[in-house]
Nanobody
Framework: QLQLVESGGGLVQPGGSLRLSCAAS????????IGWFRQAPGKEREGVSC????????YYADSVKGRFTISRDNAKNTVDLQMNSLKPEDTAVYYC????????????????????WGQGTQVTVSS
């Protein structure tokens, strides 16, 4: 049984930081491209940040560039998203997803086409 589980969400004030973690079970992330996606109420799910299977290539949505950092540890079978300088518009449910794809992370991430999805973790940025 293949599963992804997100953790680390919560309530933070604008300008604060949060670190999300995605842990895989039942399979190894070694051969998968991994992405973080989010969905705010009334809006479509969007690609936030993605990372190649080796960790050598990354993608960031324009809205989070310079503020978010994605990383992976294949030995631990985890992928993290460090979120700094959070804004109210970052409020959403954040999901991690994995896929085996021939696409580059730059091409794959905006397509929101994960093969396996986590349950999501709520991030709320509010004063």
């Amino acid at each position: 049984q293949l599963q992804l589980v997100e953790s680390g969400g919560g309530l933070v004030q604008p300008g604060g930081s949060l670190r999300l973690s995605c842990a895989a079970s039942g399979f190894s992330l070694d051969y998968y491209v991994i992405g973080w996606f989010r969905q705010a109420p009334g809006k479509e799910r969007e690609g936030v940040s993605c990372i190649s299977n080796s960790g050598g290539r990354t993608y960031y949505a324009d809205s989070v560039k310079g503020r978010f950092t994605i990383s992976r540890d294949n030995a631990k079978n985890t992928v993290d998203l460090q979120m700094n300088s959070l804004k109210p518009e970052d409020t959403a449910v954040y999901y991690c997803a994995a896929a085996r794809t021939i696409l580059t992370v730059t091409s794959w991430c905006p397509r929101v086409q994960g093969h396996y999805w986590g349950q999501g973790t709520q991030v709320t940025v509010s004063s």
